[in-house]
């Protein structure tokens, strides 16, 4: 009797091993990189790896476990990657179990893994090559006169620049969103959103209250900016407004002089 216990035993030891081995897992795992060791190859740390169903052959044990690091992860796209375990010194039987039977979806958990988004900024604008659009006053022959409009205006308008932000090119379009314009006599400023209009149609002028050698108009003109990854088509605003200025040559303001003549 107790020698057909003893066989009994075996037997289902017996059929206990040949289950772990022959029964063919399938698993799906979760885990994070931790290096990534050739381009076609990347080495797994793992955790959470749950086996949904079958067991893993007798003596090997289940990958995601602080000792079990020997299996390595060769992409096969869409960030499915298949589980080689020739690396952990399994028998053949054991590796034919095995071998494409784990598949897993790996996503970098790293910050410093994930591409930067590219974001172009008002100081990224201010470093390219606006043009300001020029300024002109008008009298334009090097003097104007007390107490009479001197006419200013600028021709700035859109346009399209081209940079590179993170090694990648961006395409920047700039608008002129204000101007600001110094008279450089001591009066306020002017601020406008118009860009002004030569004589007859002028909409911004100024006169001057007393006569100076060396007048100056300056022009501050502020940007607001568009971006895109050159040829996406998807437009995104730049974060704040960057600025140009400009100032005219100096002119004279002269005072009129009054003759009387007899008629």
Same mark, same amino acid.
């Given at each position: 009797m107790t020698n057909g216990v003893g066989r009994y035993l075996s037997l289902i030891a017996i059929v206990a091993t040949l289950f772990a081995i022959l029964i063919v897992p399938s698993?799906? *795992?979760?885990?994070?990189?931790?290096?990534?060791?050739?381009?076609?190859? @990347? +080495?797994? %740390? #793992?955790?959470? $790896?749950?086996s949904t169903g079958g067991a893993l052959p007798a003596g090997v044990e289940a990958p995601g476990t602080e000792s079990s690091h020997c299996e390595s992860y060769i992409p096969l796209g869409n960030n499915e990657y298949y589980i080689d375990w020739s690396g952990c010194g399994l028998s053949e039987k054991q590796l034919e179990a095995l071998n494409g039977t784990f598949t897993t979806i790996i996503e970098p958990t790293d910050p410093e893994a994930a591409e930067p988004p590219i974001v172009v900024t008002a100081s990224d604008v201010q470093r390219l090559l606006i043009s300001p659009g020029g300024l002109t006053v008008q009298p334009s022959q090097g003097w104007v006169l007390v107490n009479i409009d001197t006419i200013v205006w600028t021709k700035a308008t859109d346009q399209t620049l081209s940079t590179v932000v993170l090694d990648? =090119? %961006?395409? @920047?379009?700039? +608008? =002129? @969103?204000?101007?600001?314009?110094?008279? #450089?006599?001591?009066? *306020? =400023?002017?601020?406008?959103?118009d860009p002004g209009a030569p004589f =007859?149609? $002028? +909409? %911004?002028?100024?006169?001057y209250a007393k006569a100076t050698g060396g007048a100056q108009v300056t022009l501050s003109t502020r940007w607001a900016g568009q971006f895109q990854v050159a040829g996406s088509g998807v437009w995104q605003p730049v974060l704040g407004l960057a600025t140009t200025t400009e100032s005219s040559t100096p002119f004279e303001v002269r005072t009129a002089a009054v003759a009387l003549t007899h008629g």
């Open positions: 698993a799906v *795992a979760a885990t994070t990189l931790d290096s990534t060791a050739e381009d076609d190859v @990347v +080495t797994v %740390v #793992g955790d959470n $790896h749950q990648t =090119p %961006v395409d @920047v379009r700039v +608008t =002129p @969103v204000d101007f600001t314009w110094d008279f #450089g006599d001591g009066s *306020a =400023p002017i601020r406008t959103t =007859p149609d $002028h +909409t %911004v002028s100024h006169a």
